[in-house]
């Protein structure tokens, strides 16, 4: 009896386990940032590859942060993805000149970050 007790709560604490944790597993961080600085327009375009099944629901780039020479300069936070492979952002950084580095951030709201950092010719 007493063996069967203890057999049963591990079957119990294991499913309980892998109902936790199913999320995370499914769960990754963006793959892939590009990212281009214009310099006559000043505009730095961005594109996170992230492929997620349902992008307007509960998998997604949360958020975008942007450096200047170390420098905050820009977050930015998402409530969806623009498509089931990424999510794309413009910012204006009228600061930004030849020599300068820029650091860009990602985010996934369920597991994972991925940071680039961009040298402007």
Known sequence: MLQFLTKK????ILVIGFILFSGVAFAHPPSTINATFNQDTKILTVQVLHNVPNPTGDH?????KV???GKDMILQYFLTQASSGVQNAQYLLIDAKS???IEVYALCNKFGDKTITLKID
Request: negative net charge; charged residues 20%.
């Open 9 to 12: 709560i591990v079957i119990n």
């Open 60 to 64: 997604y780039i949360q958020e975008i």
């Open 67 to 69: 450096k200047l020479n």
């Open 99 to 101: 020599g300068d580095t």
